[in-house]
């Protein structure tokens, strides 16, 4: 098993010079945050080129991105704006990574039905190259279904999400859909387009819940979608990770730049898990596995006729345990830890089954309140390191939470490296 070794220099902010930046900049009162964004992409050495919907000169003008980037700025399919006709494709394939910021409801809408009715929308759908969103909205507009569901579209197809934040908004409420400051669109650009911190590490990463046969049709299993192991994937992979993910049944899309096997029972995974953990820096261990499964599961579908069936369960084997009993390297080993009950509860249970399984990060969850736990793209974890350093996160995206746990396993592994099987007995 390998050790976990975080390179200790992340990507700088100018790690980018010399690449071509192409923002896309949609209708919304955000817009004027793009002027701000244009200036921090080049101050990271990018070169920046602009195209805008009709709707976003109505916010901020033309004039004021070319006279920010140094560039014409395109405005029209017909070749207005300083740019010539059929010029987008050719803006297109120069570019290294396409930004949209801001990116509305309605912009979303159409990337992810392929629609290229202007400039920007016919800018998307001719690039190959990172893409980047940073959506924009009223917060009731940003929970409407069909808009995640166009989010979850994108993400499928590898577009990068920028969160939005919770703020203040142009409709007077404070609440989500506030676009992320320039800054940290900036910072997501690095990591899409310089190594990250995780380059060189291969991550194991497990999803999604098991099923237990009781019979032909019918299994123990539970509630669990998959959603937190593919965020895990998404998060490693943009940190520059060679990612595998074994991800239970649903019917998530595999995410994209990672290797994906399936599962079905404990015992499957643990034949995945034994296969691929020896040769990883890190092992994340998402996936709700049952704790018991049917002794012998039935050849054929139990008849109701027959009465109610004597089903005798046996312990599913305890794959986390045996992951941190048999490492003896620096290996880096995070566990997760869903509980009811209060807070404290799953404080005291986290910490626990950290040092229970021999784990160097826990994170802790609550099934019992809503919004949290299992099937939401949200939650609230509770995050434990070894070095016993407890606190819970503010809820978040499943993403940004993904993001907060690599980066604690980086920080506590450049600050002490795992301890081997030797000197944790």
């Not at 050719?90 to 290294?96: F, I, L, M, T």
């Not at 990060?361 to 939650?379: I, S, Y």
Request: proline share 6%; with cysteine.
């Amino acid at each position: 098993m390998p050790a976990f070794k975080p390179d200790q220099t992340p990507a700088p902010a100018d790690s980018i010079r010399g690449k071509r930046v192409l923002l896309l900049v949609s209708g919304g009162i955000a817009s004027y945050k793009s002027c701000t964004l244009v200036r921090r992409l080049m101050d990271a050495g990018c070169s920046v080129r602009v195209a805008m919907t009709d709707s976003a000169t109505r916010f901020v003008a033309p004039m004021t991105f070319e006279a920010l980037s140094g560039q014409a700025v395109g405005t029209s399919l017909w070749g207005t704006g300083g740019e010539d006709p059929l010029d987008h494709i050719q803006w297109a394939r120069e570019a290294h990574a396409v930004v949209v910021a801001p990116a509305t409801a309605n912009f979303l809408a159409k990337m992810a039905l392929g629609l290229a009715d202007d400039l920007p929308s016919t800018l998307v759908t001719a690039t190959d190259v990172p893409l980047l969103v940073a959506p924009a909205m009223n917060d009731r507009m940003w929970s409407n279904p069909p808009n995640q569901e166009h989010l979850q579209v994108l993400r499928s197809r590898g577009v990068h999400v920028v969160e939005p934040g919770t703020g203040f908004l142009a409709c007077g409420t404070v609440a989500e859909g506030r676009m992320a400051e320039p800054e940290e669109i900036t910072r997501a650009v690095i990591d899409q387009l310089a190594p990250g911190p995780l380059r060189g590490s291969h991550v194991l990463i497990t999803g999604g819940g098991t099923r237990e046969p009781i019979d032909t049709v019918r299994f123990i299993g539970n509630r669990s979608s998959g959603r937190m192991g593919i965020a895990l994937a998404e998060a490693a992979r943009d940190l520059g990770a060679k990612v595998t993910l074994l991800l239970g049944p649903g019917d998530l899309s595999d995410p994209m730049g990672v290797d994906v096997h399936r599962f079905e029972t404990a015992a499957s995974l643990g034949e995945l898990v034994k296969h691929h953990a020896p040769s990883a820096h890190m092992i994340a261990m998402a996936a709700a596995v049952s704790d018991y499964r049917v002794v012998d599961p039935a050849k054929q579908k139990l008849k109701k006729d027959d009465g109610v069936p004597d089903i005798q369960l046996e312990a599913s084997p305890d794959i986390l345990a045996g992951l941190g009993a048999a490492r003896d390297t620096g290996q880096c080993l995070i566990g997760f830890a869903l509980q009811t009950g209060s807070d404290a509860e799953v404080e005291t249970q986290a910490s626990a089954k950290l040092a229970r399984k021999h784990c160097d990060l826990v994170c802790g969850n609550r099934a019992d309140r809503p919004g949290e736990g299992f099937e939401g793209d949200r939650n609230r974890i509770y995050l434990v390191d070894r070095s016993g350093h407890g606190e819970w996160l503010a809820p978040a995206s499943k993403r940004q939470l993904s993001r907060h746990i690599f980066e604690r396993a980086i920080a506590l592994f450049t600050e002490s490296p795992a301890p081997t099987k030797a000197n944790r007995a």
